[in-house]
């Protein structure tokens, strides 16, 4: 740690990083998944089930080479950004690659959370909404929505944990985190083992403080229940 303390800083920064921008992409794409799976649209709800399925179905390994080398394979490269280049220390476009992967990945699941919570809200909401005069867009916007993402912000708060953890596979397509740091360490000092150990202490040390927040934030909300 006192020579590699850096690596472990750097890897640690991207793996923040790439687990908050998958996170902020499966939120926005699992809310409109589960809008989908509960409408009265029928080719909705089957598109958004079969992609739940599908994803839920197929490991996150199979998932990223998918991803990384179809957009290669399509011709789809992201344009390079200095500034993310050298904050990453990598290509940015094979970043984007495990963001996408990420947030595609957790959309599935973020969208089992959005649907659960929003047919959790009574159904009398619904009704008093369109008895004001608002359409179905306008009450899920302004009334159902809002209550739902306040009875599932604990849950899309452990997701953010979960793709801290699980974002350590992206270090396979060559992303700097910190799981690629920390194999890095071990092949300068030929130590297979101390790394990972360290590497396993940074991720609960990311993990934790955050688990706690959660903690306190649900139950503050039960308290104002």
């Not at 963001?99 to 929003?118: D, H, L, P």
Request: hydrophobic fraction near 50%.
């Amino acid at each position: 740690m006192g020579r590699y303390w850096s690596f472990y800083l750097i890897g640690a920064k991207n793996t923040i990083l790439l687990a908050l921008l998958a996170v902020m992409l499966g939120t926005c794409l699992g809310l409109i998944i589960a809008i989908g799976r509960i409408s009265k649209n029928r080719v909705l709800r089957i598109a958004g089930t079969a992609y739940v399925e599908f994803i839920r179905g197929t490991p996150l390994l199979v998932q990223l080479f998918i991803i990384y080398y179809g957009l290669q394979a399509v011709g789809i490269r992201f344009p390079d950004i200095p500034f993310m280049s050298a904050l990453l220390g990598i290509n940015f476009s094979d970043f984007m690659s495990g963001v996408i992967t990420m947030g595609i990945n957790s959309a599935a699941y973020v969208c089992e959370i959005f649907r659960s919570g929003i047919q959790s809200i009574d159904k009398g909401q619904m009704e008093a909404g369109r008895s004001l005069g608002l359409n179905y867009r306008q009450t899920m916007t302004h009334i159902i929505i809002p209550q739902a993402v306040r009875n599932v912000l604990p849950a899309l708060g452990n997701e953010f944990v979960v793709v801290i953890k699980e974002s350590s596979i992206v270090s396979i397509i060559g992303i700097a985190d910190l799981m690629y740091k920390a194999n890095t360490v071990r092949g300068n000092t030929f130590q297979p083992f101390e790394p990972l150990l360290v590497a396993a202490f940074v991720y609960f040390i990311l993990t934790f403080p955050l688990s706690k927040l959660l903690a306190h934030i649900e139950r503050r909300m039960r308290t104002h229940d």
